[in-house]
């Protein structure tokens, strides 16, 4: 399959501060790409998705202000989680979907951010 | 919102043998598709297999297939000789919204 890497794999950051999280297709041109947020033993929830070149559509409940999401280029999207809160803590997915070929649909998975703040 | 329900929270399964997950939907799409995902301790997602809704034929993926029944709105996924390998969280997803079900954790016992 293809493959989604993800920058940095795990940060520590003070709370009130800003972290950015990178998620990049490395052999694929995604035109779309996900955001999700993982709590210990439940679900993935999708917080965001973002097509390339346009605003990214959030989900109810999540705070575009607080979640900062840019999908410049077909390779690379961005979370910035702005003035992180204890709360906040938590592990972050990012997938990417395009087309390879006739399999579309698919998604393919970064190996995620774990993002503790103090 | 379509909704993914996955009614078994933990399930364990003894080596070798043969385990089925279940997985029900709601959606008034008439076509869509249907993943089951895995997440080893790894935490990496993993696509186990995928079900297109207009196809009545259910997938089959080496040691996984899928019994999907659309007018019953249920996707569940059967797991054949099992191994030490497949303990995992399985998630089902929903294709055009991308949402998950709650999980199944799955122990493969030696």
């Known amino acids: 399959g293809a493959v989604v890497s993800q920058h940095p794999s795990w940060v520590i950051c003070k709370s009130g501060t800003s972290v950015k999280i990178e998620c990049r297709s490395l052999?694929?041109?995604?035109?779309?790409m996900f955001w999700y947020r993982q709590f210990p033993k439940q679900s993935l929830m999708l917080m965001a998705t973002?097509?390339?070149?346009?605003?990214?559509?959030?989900e109810q409940g999540v705070e575009k202000d607080k979640f900062l999401i840019n999908h410049a280029s077909l390779t690379l999207s961005t979370l910035t989680v702005t003035s992180a809160h204890p709360e906040d803590s938590s592990f972050y997915i990012c997938?990417?979907?395009?087309?390879?070929?006739?399999?579309?649909?698919?998604?393919?998975f970064g190996p995620g951010t774990r993002l503790t703040v103090l | 919102a379509q909704t993914v329900t996955q009614s078994q929270p933990e399930m364990s399964v003894q080596e070798a043998e043969t385990v089925t997950l279940s997985c029900t939907y709601d959606?008034?799409?008439?076509?869509?598709?249907l993943f089951w995902y895995k997440q080893p301790p790894s935490r990496q997602m993993i696509l186990v297999i995928r079900?297109?809704?207009?196809?009545?034929q259910n997938a089959t993926e080496n040691r996984f297939s899928v019994n999907f029944q659309k007018a019953a709105k249920s996707f569940s996924l059967k797991i054949s000789d099992s191994q030490l390998g497949d303990t995992a969280m399985y998630f089902c997803?929903?294709?055009?919204?991308?949402?998950f079900g709650a999980g199944t954790r799955l122990t493969v016992k030696p």
């Open positions: 959606t008034s799409e008439s076509n869509y598709y």
């Open positions: 973002s097509n390339e070149g346009s605003k990214a559509t959030y």
């Open positions: 079900q297109e809704a207009y196809k009545q």
């Open positions: 997803a929903f294709d055009n919204d991308m949402r």
């Open positions: 997938s990417g979907q395009g087309y390879r070929g006739n399999i579309h649909n698919e998604q393919f």
């Open positions: 052999d694929f041109q995604a035109t779309t």
